[in-house]
């Protein structure tokens, strides 16, 4: 009883951290911004009668109600695929307004790369130019794929409730609380300018306890171990990742940092510890997964065997663990593969070796997040089993149901 009240106390504290990082107010960042604004405003205000209106820019939605056939457009020797559509405005300012635009097909200068043709019915954003003159100008720029996302995700929480019942159900309330985690606590402390490696530890404390609680139907010595396991797996994964990405001199500048380094205009990001952020967050999966699958094991040895020891109980995890380790680390190095499959075989149209190719930043960093997942999978192995083996050592065990009475009324101490 006295663990599980330490327990309960240190998932309160996290709560209460979490509700202080999400009101708490940004007074320095909002400051600067502030005057940032107020400046622009003075020098607009100074400036506009020397400035006349050029153009205005708005981007909203529009919907094909006519598409011709796609043709090919021959320019200063670029060859591009164009298609005549004509789009109705849907949303904003221009709403109901047709338009007959040319949407261009091809992605490259070279006419390797093509989009589909857009069909009527389609849904696309479209960026509409005004200029001082009023002649509006229309370009269509790619079709709008979130309903499609949308219905794909609602289909998948059919199939999980049709498939695992009650389970299902507990399933896919742990992972809408760790979207809204991962979103509001990790992404936007992140955002707002917290460090991104306690943020991203303290959520995946979170995600672990309340996923876990969730599913487990409270707090037990299951529970309890499953958690603490995977958390040593994560944070074996981070500090393998932290290490070899200071060693390997890793920067995280990524083509995806770059960019967002481009466009940031409040922020300064330390991309390193985005690094680490993404390793940890990457890993976490595969170690509840293992975590769970070993604790809930050794419990079902523990109910059918109460006379076993607590060495014997850590033998049987370890060799529980040996079987699951060869296809979780299957599972993250298949993931970060196929993720970066596309820019290695782009690095080995360009004639570049296997050692230039893995001294590519990119490589590097995708095969380093691989590499430290898997053994952060590893770390959960003997460190669970080590957990649970020290609180079931007794020959106590516990169920939620018995069919042993006491003093008339059930008991669930067998």
């Known amino acids: 009883m006295k663990k599980k009240c330490i327990t309960l106390l240190i998932i309160l504290l996290m709560i209460n951290f979490l509700i202080i990082e999400s009101f708490a107010e940004e007074a320095p960042q909002s400051n600067s911004v502030q005057n940032s604004v107020e400046n622009t405003e003075n020098s607009s205000v100074e400036q506009q009668e020397l400035v006349p209106k050029s153009e205005v820019i708005e981007s909203t939605y529009g919907r094909i109600i006519e598409a011709k056939s796609a043709t090919e457009v021959v320019s200063d020797n670029i060859k591009d695929k164009v298609q005549e559509v004509t789009v109705e405005i849907t949303e904003g300012e221009y709403e109901g307004e047709e338009y007959t635009t040319n949407y261009v097909l091809s992605y490259d200068i070279e006419g390797k ?29 790619d079709v709008v794929r979130a309903g499609y996302i949308i219905w794909l995700f609602a289909i998948f929480l059919l199939s ?57 139907n409270g707090i037990n010595r299951k529970i309890i171990t499953a958690a603490l396991g995977t958390l040593g797996g994560v944070l074996s994964a981070g500090i393998v990742a932290m290490i070899f990405n200071n060693i390997a001199k890793m920067t995280g500048a990524c083509e995806d940092a770059i960019q967002l380094s481009i466009n940031m205009t409040k922020i300064d990001f330390n991309f390193r510890h985005l690094l680490f952020a993404g390793i940890i967050v990457a890993a976490l999966g595969a170690c ?71 001294n590519k930043e990119t490589i590097a960093e995708q095969i380093i997040s691989a590499l430290a997942g898997s053994m952060g999978v590893v770390f959960t192995v003997p460190i669970t089993s080590f957990i649970y083996s020290i609180l079931n050592k007794d020959k106590v065990i516990y169920k939620k149901t018995s069919e042993n009475k006491v003093n008339g009324k059930r008991s669930l101490k067998l």
Do not use: H, W
């Open 113 to 141: 790369i093509f989009a589909d043709e857009l069909e009527v019915g389609d849904k696309v954003t479209v960026q509409i130019t005004e200029d001082a003159e009023g002649n509006v100008t229309v370009t269509v720029m």
């Open 160 to 216: 999980v409730v049709l498939v695992g019942g009650k389970s299902g159900i507990k399933a896919i309330l742990g992972l809408l609380y760790t979207i809204i985690l991962i979103y509001f606590v990790m992404v936007k402390g992140i955002f707002k300018g917290d460090n991104a490696i306690l943020n991203s530890v303290i959520t995946c404390m979170l995600i672990i306890v309340g996923t876990f609680v969730i599913i487990g």
């Open 288 to 358: 509840m997964d293992v975590g769970m699958s070993i604790s809930s094991s050794l419990d079902e040895i523990k109910i059918k065997n109460p006379d076993i020891t607590g060495t014997e109980l850590f033998k049987s995890g370890m060799n529980i663990g040996r079987d699951v380790i060869g296809t979780m680390t299957n599972t993250l190095i298949l993931a970060y593969v196929g993720g970066s499959l596309t820019l290695i075989l782009l690095f080995m149209a360009c004639n570049m070796t296997v050692i230039e190719i893995l």
